[in-house]
């Protein structure tokens, strides 16, 4: 295996720029994931790492080895794509054995490395099959087994599970997350979806705009966002926003909002705090009914009830607070109805505070 290494990449297709000044690390059998929104620049990203774009500037190394301007088949990776890639005139067994076959691999070799394959993915029962045979889930796990035989030094997952139904996804979620500490290859991972980066990475780099926005483990990034959109991608549901103000009071600062007083010190606000206009940040889980917090709570808010999910252990009441949207937690038996007040506690140690304008975090009272 060998670390991935990306310094300064930057892509242009025509008069758009797809990517901007991007440096990404992943070390020696690490798992990274790009998460962001569509058009955000990860799958480009991806297909940069693999030699199928060429970048406009900037350095791709495997290791110690510059493969920025090689093709595909020089840089010893092995791709799982969304849309499966399967030949499918050919047998379960015949598609492993396809790439060996290509690189004059040994027959008792591409038998050994096929077996190995077969027992960690299940595959033994459907090595006989064509795809045609195969579930969306089955047909995933063969993609994978051939990139398992090809023993490459860098594993590249293209939004694999985004054609899967809900069930299927977590069940193939977990058969990756298996596959990669059985093995330890270093790994890229591209998807959209937050809960398959939170659960498989060790490291993620959220894109937003062709920039990487902010990286680091996935419950560190969680925990402390550093800008808005960072807080508003990771989380489900999404954190809500409420218009705030930053005050001195008494030679405090103080964060007030409708129902809300915080009180973060100096050194957690930064060098050089300014009053004005801030958003607060508050996640729906440390939003809840007073006795639900069982802490100190940061303030009162005042909501009234449009929808709710109920999900079984829990529930999400879908509020307004005046005029805003805001989503609340609720134990699984509430049953608040359209229309019926809530009042809900702020869970203090779980705050966040940015800056109006920018979007910059300035304080972080979660983790």
């Known amino acids: 295996m060998a670390q991935v290494t990306l310094r300064g990449i930057e892509k242009r297709f025509g008069q758009t720029r797809v ?13 990274a994931v790009l998460v962001g929104p569509s058009g955000c620049g990860k799958s480009t990203l991806l297909r940069l790492i693999a ?18 301007r090689l093709p595909p088949r020089d840089r010893d990776i092995a791709m799982v794509f969304q849309s499966y890639a399967l030949y499918p005139h050919l047998t379960v067994r015949d598609n492993l054995a396809f790439g060996l076959e290509l690189r004059k691999t040994a027959k008792a070799e591409i038998e050994k490395r096929i077996a190995e394959a077969s027992e960690m993915l299940g595959l033994d029962p459907l090595l006989a099959r064509f795809p045609r045979q195969l579930s969306g889930g089955q047909r995933q796990r063969v993609a994978m087994g051939r990139a398992i035989v090809r023993r490459a030094q860098v594993f590249l997952f293209d939004e694999p599970l985004s054609n899967l139904d809900a069930a299927l996804r977590a069940q193939v979620r977990v058969d990756i997350k298996k596959l990669h500490d059985r093995i330890g290859a270093t790994t890229v991972y591209v998807t959209h979806d937050q809960v398959e980066a939170m659960t498989l990475a060790d490291r993620i780099f959220v894109l937003n705009r062709g920039r ?62 300014r009053p004005g206009k801030v958003v607060l940040g508050l996640r729906p889980h440390d939003v809840a009914p ?78």
């Open 19 to 31: 990517l901007s000044g991007v440096d990404i690390d992943v070390p020696d059998g690490g798992f």
């Open 51 to 68: 030699g199928l774009e060429e970048a406009d500037g900037g350095s791709i190394r495997f290791g110690d080895r510059e493969v920025t």
């Open 212 to 273: 990487v926005e902010q990286s680091g483990p996935p419950l560190e990034v969680y925990a402390r966002p550093a800008t808005r959109f960072v807080a508003a991608f990771l989380g489900s549901p999404a954190m809500n926003f409420v218009d705030a103000e930053l005050e001195q009071q008494g030679g405090r600062w103080v964060v007030r909002a409708p129902g809300v007083s915080l009180r973060p010190s100096v050194s957690a606000l930064g060098d050089a705090p």
């Open 290 to 367: 007073p006795e639900e917090i069982g802490k100190e709570s940061a303030g009162e808010i005042h909501a009234e009830v449009d929808v709710l999910e109920a999900l079984g252990t829990e529930s999400f009441a879908h509020c307004r607070v005046g005029e805003l949207p805001f989503v609340a937690r609720l134990p699984g038996s509430s049953r608040p109805a359209k229309g019926s007040a809530l009042l809900l506690g702020i869970a203090t140690e779980h705050v966040h505070v940015f800056d109006a304008e920018g979007g910059r975090a300035l304080w972080n009272r979660e983790g």
